[in-house]
């Protein structure tokens, strides 16, 4: 199992750049897939991005080519880099964590069957 704390959340104007982290503590941070979700009251949780073991990232389509996620297993550490912000992209962030396949990692990310999760960081973008 891993603990995942995130951080980086804020306010930013429609056009900026956040940089969301998420620090883990636990074993086999190396094995594990991760992820990013995000949620607004109302709705359900819905997978943004994720990177498996090997390094491959997949992205769901309302992102791709404004968010880019990174792991760094030397440092226990994921990131979400997020550009050209949308006020849509307003919500809580959590990052997310499953050990599975690589070959598997989106697909247990877009069906959110994940199982340790973080608390969650505040994203507010505004028009």
């Known amino acids: 199992q891993v603990q995942l704390v995130e951080s980086g959340g804020g306010s930013v104007q429609a056009g900026g750049s956040l940089k969301l982290s998420c620090s883990a503590s636990g074993s086999f941070y190396n094995n594990y897939c991760l992820g990013w979700f995000r949620q607004v009251p109302g709705k359900e949780r819905e997978g943004v991005a994720s990177?498996?073991?090997?390094?491959?990232?997949n992205y769901a389509d309302a992102v791709r080519g404004r968010f880019t996620i990174v792991r760094d297993n030397d440092r226990n550490t994921l990131w979400l880099q997020m550009d050209s912000l949308k006020p849509e992209d307003t919500a809580m962030y959590y990052c997310?964590?499953?050990?599975?396949?690589?070959?598997?990692?989106?697909?247990?990310?877009?069906?959110?069957?994940?199982?340790?999760w973080g608390q969650g960081t505040q994203v507010t973008v505004s028009s």
């Open positions: 997310a964590a499953v050990l599975d396949s690589a070959f598997s990692c989106w697909a247990r990310i877009r069906s959110r069957d994940v199982t340790n």
């Open positions: 990177i498996s073991s090997d390094y491959f990232q």
